[in-house]
Nanobody
Framework: QVQLVESGGGLVQTGGSPRLSCTASGRTFSSYAMGWFRQAPGKEREFVAALSWSGGTTWHASSVKGRFTISRNNVRNTVYLQMNSLKPGDTAVYYC??????????????????WGQGTQVTVSS
């Protein structure tokens, strides 16, 4: 079992640069690949970013590429999502998730076995 807790959300102005954190407890964090997803009201959960167990390989959705950056610190059992140049369309609940490193499909929610409770990010115009 892996327990995930997100933090860092809130109300942000357009153009803001908050950083989300997701801290893990339970089984060895460094053995899991991680991802961030988001879900806006009335929409399906969508992929935002993911990275390998080492952090050496990353993926970012086209909608956030160049603005968001995923990273991890395996000593602190934490994965981060640095968000820059936020837009109102980025408003959503943001979830971090963990998947087995052997699973290669990184953009599908079904690939992830463990999820945090989510943190709300609201971007005001």
């Amino acid at each position: 079992q892996v327990q995930l807790v997100e933090s860092g959300g809130g109300l942000v102005q357009t153009g803001g640069s908050p950083r989300l954190s997701c801290t893990a407890s339970g089984r060895t964090f460094s053995s899991y690949a991680m991802g961030w997803f988001r879900q806006a009201p009335g929409k399906e959960r969508e992929f935002v970013a993911a990275l390998s167990w080492s952090g050496g390989t990353t993926w970012h959705a086209s909608s956030v590429k160049g603005r968001f950056t995923i990273s991890r610190n395996n000593v602190r059992n934490t994965v981060y999502l640095q968000m820059n140049s936020l837009k109102p369309g980025d408003t959503a609940v943001y979830y971090c998730a963990a998947r087995e490193s052997t699973i290669v499909e990184v953009t599908e929610p079904r690939s992830y076995a463990y999820w945090g409770q989510g943190t709300q990010v609201t971007v005001s115009s």
